[in-house]
């Protein structure tokens, strides 16, 4: 594994140059599962062949890709998928998968080894058998998922779990952390639900309100404390090779459906081209879109460039853009967590920009005062 240095001069070169260092590859839509905030469309619409993939690949690594990471639906659907694995080892890249794991049996995690597949990230959705399984809606698939994560553990393999945060797990979230220390691996949790790719907004009634992540937001694990600045001082710039790009996507990562569409990114459905019509490198170079998206800079969120509360922010481009439709503009959940971390750094007042325009959707404008109340109780 690169060191930090090698790895920040790695990236600093790849935004420089515009090299794809970092590609997202859905090799399928097809689940096995039917997670109830899946914001896919599970039928097959004419997937990428295995030729047309391993062409793909080679041009992927012809320009430059270092990581790759395959996802889905379920890459294991895919009878070839062990073929572009194979094909994908042989080009070099880095490969991390991402898996519910329900096919991976002790066979296919040694074949894994083998091929010299090093990290895997797999979804789970709680400690509780039945919340799993009712999330999944499969059931037995905690059952299965556990195993095949001792198989992967068996060989070596990075193993990270996967946690959504919703509506229907919010109450087991310590639970998952419980169950990742006693496996000793690590997880990632992600409050983020977005919209179905096709725009159907049905997976937002699983989103959870910014008060139902109180917990999450104060748990020092999963996010540690930030402390406000002085009244009137300026924050520190961020010492990273992003800090006058909005995200990395288009300028180092992209994203290439299972039909060959590529996009910036798998949230943001700006879409730049389609791998049987045109080559990568013609997409990938010459595509306006792309290259809309890599003129867009700090200073051009109009909005969140004058937000008094922007360090405390995680604004996502791709949810921007599904929300607001401009690139360059707010995103209405981003400002409302922020305004959450801010509250609960001891910032007295934290009203976002976008909350001063009055523009924060009518749900979200009469919880600031009782969020800020709570938040001082939790830190008092």
């Not at 990742?180 to 049905?202: E, H, K, S, W």
Request: proline share 6%.
């Amino acid at each position: 594994m690169a060191s930090a240095p090698v790895m920040g001069r790695l990236v600093a070169r790849s935004l420089e140059n515009h090299l794809p260092l970092n590609v997202h590859f859905d090799v399928t839509y097809r689940c096995n599962e039917r997670c109830v905030h899946c914001y896919l469309e599970h039928d097959d619409r004419g997937e990428l062949t295995t030729v047309e993939i391993r062409r793909v690949l080679a041009e992927l690594a012809e320009a430059g890709t270092l990581f790759l990471t395959f996802s889905g639906g379920e890459i294991f659907l895919r009878s070839d998928f062990f073929e572009l694995l194979a094909c994908a080892r042989k080009l070099r890249f880095d490969i991390t998968l991402k898996t519910n794991a329900l096919l991976v049996n002790a066979e296919r995690a040694a074949e894994l080894r083998r091929l010299g597949v090093r990290r895997m990230q797999i979804s789970l959705y709680s400690a509780d058998a039945a919340v799993h399984d009712a999330i999944t809606r499969v059931p037995g698939s905690f059952v299965r998922t556990l195993q095949a994560l001792e198989f992967c553990k068996a060989q070596g393999l990075q193993v990270k779990i996967s946690c959504p945060l919703m509506k229907q797990n919010i109450g087991d979230y310590r639970g998952v952390q419980g169950l990742a220390a006693a496996l000793d691996v690590p997880y990632l949790m992600d409050p983020t639900i977005t919209p179905m790719l096709d725009g159907a907004r049905g997976p937002l009634t699983m989103r959870l309100d910014v008060g139902e992540l109180l917990p999450v937001l104060r748990d020092p694990a999963l996010n540690p404390p930030r402390v406000a600045a002085p009244e009137g001082s300026a924050a520190p710039a961020p010492a990273h090779a992003y800090e006058n790009i909005p995200c990395s996507a288009g300028h180092n990562s992209v994203y290439i459906s299972p039909y060959g569409d590529v996009y910036p990114c798998v949230q943001m459905p700006l879409p730049t081209g389609n791998l049987r019509q045109k080559s990568f490198a013609e997409i990938w170079n010459g595509s306006a879109q792309m290259q809309r998206l890599r003129a867009v800079r700090e200073s051009d969120l109009a909005i969140c460039s004058i937000c008094s509360i922007r360090r405390f922010c995680q604004r996502c481009p791709g949810l921007a853009y599904m929300e607001e439709g401009d690139l360059a503009g707010p995103s209405g959940r981003a400002c409302e967590l922020a305004e959450a971390a801010a509250a609960l750094a001891g910032v007295s007042n934290p009203v976002s920009a976008l909350r001063a325009r009055g523009r924060l959707p009518h749900a979200q404008k009469s919880n600031l005062s009782q969020l800020v109340q709570i938040a001082a109780r939790s830190t008092s």
